[in-house]
């Protein structure tokens, strides 16, 4: 049970071109932005379309994946873990980001 103590598993479509860098020590960041879509009715029986927006990041093999396969738009299955890190803007504001830190991640749809 260990493994679903922090688990997030995810099906969506890319919001935008992956952004890769390339660390000083070589290690490389790929990150890209995921809408998932949940759909239900309302009171009227009008269907309802919510889109959710998940920040996404993966390093070094898998993003090499994502640098050579993935652009806006294309849809995928992901697994990983939520991170929140924080950090101080140029003002001196605290500033604070959750993501999903992705360790599997599978192509789906025409290729």
């Not at 103590?5 to 490389?28: A, C, Y």
């Not at 998932?36 to 998940?54: L, P, R």
């Amino acid at each position: 049970m260990n493994n679903l103590r922090n688990r997030v598993q995810l099906i969506g479509h890319l919001g935008m071109n992956p952004e890769i860098k390339t660390l000083e020590k070589g290690s490389k960041l790929a990150k890209f932005s995921l809408a998932t879509n949940d759909s239900y009715k309302n009171a009227q029986g009008e269907k309802i379309t919510e889109t959710e927006w998940h920040n996404i990041v993966a390093w070094n093999k898998t993003a090499d994946l994502v640098e050579s396969f993935l652009e806006k738009g294309k849809e995928v299955a992901l697994e990983g873990k939520l991170t929140t890190r924080s950090w101080e803007d140029e003002s001196g504001n605290k500033k604070y980001i959750t993501e999903v830190v992705c360790h599997e991640i599978l192509f789906l749809g025409k290729a």
